[in-house]
């Protein structure tokens, strides 16, 4: 079992950057593969990045559109998110996720260990 805290999230104004951590512990991240998700009030969960094992394999979200960044620092056994040009629309719940899979997913059922969720508000 992996347990994952999520950090990082916060106000800021449209235009602005975050960059959300999350770190793991039970088991080394190395072999997991590692994903970001966000849900907004009245929305369903939403894939955002995805990571592989090695990091070589990345996948994001249409609407990233080159904003976001995901990187994995195995020894720390942590994932960041690097949010760039955030949008009001950005604005939601980010999760992170794990699973002990080689390939990144970008099904939210695929994973099975989840963090509490960070809010991130964007301003107009």
């Known amino acids: 079992q992996v347990t994952l805290v999520e950090s990082g999230g916060g106000l800021v104004p449209a235009g602005g950057s975050l960059r959300l951590s999350c770190v793991a512990s039970?088991?080394?991240?190395?072999?997991?593969?590692l994903g970001w998700f966000r849900q907004a009030p009245g929305k369903e969960r939403a894939f955002v990045a995805a990571?592989?094992?090695?990091?070589?394999?990345?996948h994001y979200a249409d609407f990233v559109k080159g904003r976001f960044t995901i990187s994995r620092d195995n020894a720390k056994n942590t994932v960041y998110l690097q949010m760039n040009s955030l949008t009001p629309e950005d604005t939601a719940t980010y999760y992170c996720?794990?699973?002990?899979?080689?390939?990144?997913?970008?099904?939210?059922?695929?994973?099975?260990?989840w963090g509490q969720g960070t809010q991130v508000t964007v301003s107009s």
């Open positions: 990571i592989g094992w090695i990091g070589g394999t990345i």
């Open positions: 039970g088991r080394a991240l190395s072999t997991y593969a």
């Open positions: 996720a794990a699973d002990s899979k080689r390939l990144p997913m970008r099904k939210d059922v695929e994973y099975a260990n």
